[in-house]
């Protein structure tokens, strides 16, 4: 079967950077997703990894390390608006198959 | 943008109705995909669908069965509602994956409520 793993909460400073980890346990490893999903809203693509190393878009970066099963989201000078639930998300699978989606870590920023 | 528009938003049933939710995209994706959400438990996968006609699957199809007759709507049905049903439940679309992957667009969602 396959797992994820993420915190169920984190809370940070306005203007502080957090990190969300995610470590996977899947049977095959075809790339890392992350999701953003505010209150009332629909899940909305963040990023990708497929490989190892960082992306970065922004004030967001989102890093692989295929070989330790481990990924994080790095959210720099946090901002109100960025409270939210973020999901990791795999696809286990070659080919056409559908993701694997984490429990989801609630992130809220205070002032 | 693409767009995935569920047709409700809130809807009240009851115990042993059969409910159809409906979900329309309108960028031609050939995946389209239902999950519902609880809190605490994430998104789980119901069905998914790779083509017209086609259907398969997910981690949690018990109750539910889908139909997908025409490639940009995909829609679930609840054969026969039961209280453990209520949820909200989110229909995504996507491009094929292939060997990497592509990002999946979700609707807004429909909160269902089975009384």
């Known amino acids: 079967g396959q797992s994820l793993e993420q915190p169920s909460e984190v809370t940070a400073v306005e203007g502080a950077i957090v990190q969300i980890n995610c470590t996977y346990q899947?049977?095959?490893?075809?790339?890392l997703s992350w999701y953003q999903q505010h209150d009332g809203g629909a899940p909305t693509f963040l990023s990708y990894?497929?490989?190892?190393g960082l992306e970065e878009t922004g004030r967001f970066s989102s890093f692989l390390s295929r070989s330790d099963s481990y990924g994080y989201l790095l959210l720099q000078e946090l901002q109100m608006k960025d409270s939210a639930s973020y999901f990791c998300?795999?696809?286990?699978?070659?080919?056409?198959?559908?993701?694997?989606f984490g429990k989801g870590t609630r992130l809220s920023v205070i002032a | 943008d693409v767009k995935v528009t569920q047709s409700s938003r809130y809807l009240v049933k009851r115990t042993g109705e059969k409910v159809f939710l409906e979900c329309v995209q309108d960028?031609?994706?050939?995946?389209m995909f239902w999950y519902r959400q609880d809190p605490g438990l994430g998104l789980r996968l119901i069905y998914f669908?790779?083509?017209?006609?086609?259907?398969e699957k997910g981690d949690i199809p018990e109750g539910y069965s889908v139909s997908r007759e025409k490639k940009e709507r995909f829609s679930l049905i609840l054969e026969s509602a039961s209280t453990n049903q209520t949820s909200m439940y989110l229909c995504?679309?996507?491009?094929?994956?292939?060997?990497?992957?592509?990002?999946?667009?979700f609707g807004d969602g429909t909160r269902l409520s089975i009384l």
């Open positions: 995504a679309s996507s491009p094929p994956t292939g060997t990497g992957t592509q990002p999946q667009h």
């Open positions: 899947t049977s095959g490893f075809y790339g």
């Open positions: 990894n497929a490989l190892d």
């Open positions: 998300a795999v696809r286990d699978k070659s080919g056409n198959t559908p993701l694997v």
């Open positions: 960028m031609d994706h050939e995946n």
């Open positions: 669908s790779y083509d017209v006609k086609m259907k």
